[in-house]
């Protein structure tokens, strides 16, 4: 078990690195013969630039200003990762299955690994014993019905679907009565992510919604807002908008190992409180991990 959960620390260690250096490789860099008010410069320029978010690096450096009289690393470090836990450690959440079925509504615009996330989802809770039913809600990109059914063939999953082009209330319907008839554990509903035409998509999405609550009670119980941590603030955005729109009760953020943004996981959370359940560190199928936010930080700082 201990060998398990050590892979795992140094598999989001390694998928950190590229954030870990934008934030701390130029300031751990240049500290020598620099004062503190240089070096807290230097570290909120990091920050900002691993798109913490300008409001959430002054909060930090203002916290470690008031606390550090000079300059030392080994301090500095063990405050920043202090002030960032503290800020993290309030939307860590992992999602719970706890009604059945256990109803999942999967946003997000094209291109963040939405369908890979629910893939993902469905191997593992497969794995774990469950039933799982997934819907082919997007149905207006065809591969991403391709892609779903590669996937619940994966995990040995049915996929409820419909023709190209068709009505997503539809296959919503469709998947909630066979969920109910089975009695599945979990359904997983994908959707559509044109946000260039986001008014009808939110509008959609809203009567997505609607129609699974009419089939199922509650639900959807949650609201999966997929992101790709390499956009940075656009991530934050697109947060933003979906929260409005439909209310977002959890995030998976992805591609975390091949940015330098890796901030912007800190700036969802200063900014929104939206919980984080889950985060993509690789391609892997054991590369999607419970969001935690002490291994997150020590792998980070």
Not at 66 to 81: C, P
Not at 157 to 178: E, L, N, T, W, Y
Not at 236 to 243: E, I, S, V
Not at 275 to 283: K, L, S
Request: some cysteine; aromatic content about 4%; overall charge neutral.
């Amino acid at each position: 078990m201990f060998k398990r959960l050590k892979a795992g620390f140094e598999s989001l260690k390694a998928g950190l690195t590229r954030t870990h250096n934008a934030i701390m490789g130029s300031v751990e860099s240049t500290l020598t013969g620099v004062s503190r008010e240089v070096l807290l410069e230097r570290l909120e320029e990091s920050l900002i630039s691993s798109d913490v978010g300008v409001r959430t690096s002054a909060e930090i450096v203002d916290r470690l200003r008031s606390v550090l009289a000079g300059w030392d690393n080994e301090k500095l470090k063990q405050h920043l990762k202090s002030y960032i836990y503290d800020i993290l450690k309030v939307v860590e959440k992992p999602l719970e299955i706890n009604k059945s079925p256990f109803v999942i509504m999967v946003l997000g615009v094209n291109g963040v690994g939405k369908t890979t996330t629910i893939g993902k989802l469905a191997s593992r809770y497969s794995s774990e014993g469950k039933s799982v039913v997934l819907a082919a809600g997007d149905t207006f990109r065809a591969a991403a019905i391709e892609q779903l059914e590669g996937w619940g063939r994966r995990a040995g999953c049915p996929v409820i679907k419909q023709a190209h082009g068709g009505d997503p209330g539809a296959v919503a319907f469709d998947a909630m009565k066979a969920a109910v008839a089975r009695r599945a554990d979990v359904v997983i509903l994908d959707t559509a992510g044109r946000l260039h035409t986001k008014v009808n998509l939110m509008e959609e999405l809203k009567k997505v919604k609607k129609v699974v609550s009419r089939e199922v009670p509650d639900a959807p119980h949650e609201n999966l807002l997929v992101l790709d941590a390499s956009t940075g603030q656009n991530a934050l955005n697109q947060a933003k908008l979906f929260n409005e729109a439909v209310g977002v009760t959890g995030i998976a953020l992805t591609k975390l190992d091949g940015t330098a943004k890796g901030g912007i996981i800190v700036a969802i959370a200063g900014e929104l409180k939206i919980p984080i359940r889950f985060i993509g560190v690789g391609e892997g199928i054991d590369d999607l991990r419970d969001f935690d936010a002490s291994d997150f930080v020590e792998a980070l700082i």
